[in-house]
């Protein structure tokens, strides 16, 4: 019988969820997607291929005498454009999380990303830019997707950023299983089973919402804790796994049963909703585990923005005594 793995991909969409150049040559995923965290684990592993990128990028920076954050951003563009050499799909980039809460940001960074993705042959089919699902995030994918700049929405935790993502016109969104099942388990003490796991529930609600009404943004789970949760979503239009869980499903040879389809959503699909900024951050505030994982989710990405700022100084220190040269 074919591994789990195998059998998903003929079901659902499998994203590596890595900066992980040899996982990614490994499972050969369609799509891959990235945020701070995981660049900054890239770029402090022992990688020679993701080292030569980060050198590379310190000696454009010297050579055209750019500050730290921006040597950093040709970093994150340098790893996604490899992984665009490795993946036949998508790859996401995430735009700077200290931007979250700021639009017009958004939209120039997002515009900056693009940019330069194309002026490396890249066209911005292949890339989704990953934003933050906050009112002012969901607003400047709105303004990017009218650009024809696709859009990919994390730190999502709950119907409402689902409902006004769709509602932006958002090309895909990223629901989070695992953090959804931490804050439960932490708040309430609970065991759960893959059927009453909170992030699964949610993830499935999601899908019901778009595919009971039409709504053609694309749902991919994410941050998955284990196997099971995995599981309990195959079907579902993409899942976005880590190397050590992608690795679990392909050493097991067991029947996979799909749980998830446009089919079978539709029969119980929550009623279409239409929200303004008054009734978003309403329905978002009375939910506590969607508002303290959003804020804790930015604060998170945003320390490790920092440290791969941080580990990017250092690497120019370190190269100052060899003279710069233009690539």
């Known amino acids: 019988m074919a591994s789990k793995l195998d059998q998903l991909k003929a079901m659902t969409v499998v994203v590596a969820d890595t900066g992980d150049l040899d996982a990614i040559r490994k499972y050969k995923p369609v799509d891959c997607t990235t945020n701070p965290s995981l660049i900054l684990?890239?770029?402090?592993?022992?990688?020679?291929?993701?080292?030569?990128?980060?050198?590379?990028?310190?000696?454009?920076?010297?050579?055209?005498?750019k500050p730290t954050s921006v040597i950093a951003d040709r970093v994150v563009i340098n790893v996604g454009a490899e992984l665009t050499r490795l993946v036949p799909g998508r790859v996401?980039?995430?735009?700077?999380?200290?931007?979250?809460?700021d639009t017009e940001g958004t939209i120039e960074k997002a515009r900056a990303i693009i940019a330069d993705y194309e002026s490396r042959g890249i066209d911005r089919g292949r890339i989704l830019i990953k934003i933050a699902s906050t009112?002012?995030?969901?607003?400047?994918?709105?303004?990017?997707?009218?650009?024809?700049?696709?859009?990919?929405?994390?730190?999502?935790?709950?119907?409402?950023?689902?409902?006004?993502?769709?509602?932006?016109?958002?090309?895909?969104?990223?629901?989070?299983?695992?953090?959804?099942?931490?804050?439960?388990?932490?708040?309430?003490?609970?065991?759960?089973?893959?059927?009453?796991?909170?992030?699964?529930?949610?993830?499935?609600?999601?899908?019901?919402?778009?595919?009971?009404?039409?709504i053609p943004t694309i749902v991919m789970g994410a941050s998955f804790r284990n196997q099971g949760e995995i599981e309990a979503l195959a079907g579902c239009d993409r899942l976005t796994i880590s190397p050590s869980l992608l690795e679990a499903l392909a050493k097991d040879q067991g029947k996979l049963e799909r749980k998830l389809s446009p089919e079978s959503a539709r029969g119980n699909a929550p009623s279409r909703m239409s929200l303004d900024e008054k009734s978003f951050r309403y329905m978002l505030n009375e939910d506590a585990m969607a508002t303290d994982k959003l804020a804790d989710g930015i604060r998170l990405f945003a320390q490790d923005l920092t440290k791969l700022r941080e580990l990017v100084s250092k690497r120019i220190e370190a190269s100052a005594a060899v003279p710069a040269e233009l690539p």
Not at 41 to 64: C, F, P, T, Y
Not at 92 to 101: G, Q
Not at 147 to 154: A, E, F, L, R, S
Not at 185 to 200: A, C, F, H, R, W
């Open 41 to 65: 684990k890239a770029v402090q592993s022992d990688s020679k291929a993701i080292h030569e990128l980060v050198d590379e990028a310190v000696v454009w920076g010297r050579s055209h005498n």
């Open 92 to 101: 996401s980039t995430e735009v700077n999380a200290d931007l979250s809460f």
């Open 135 to 214: 009112w002012e995030g969901i607003r400047a994918a709105e303004v990017l997707q009218g650009d024809g700049i696709d859009c990919n929405m994390t730190l999502l935790f709950s119907l409402a950023q689902a409902a006004a993502a769709a509602d932006a016109g958002v090309f895909l969104v990223s629901p989070f299983v695992g953090r959804i099942f931490d804050w439960y388990t932490k708040s309430t003490g609970e065991k759960y089973t893959p059927e009453t796991d909170p992030g699964v529930r949610s993830v499935r609600q999601i899908y019901s919402y778009y595919k009971g009404n039409d």
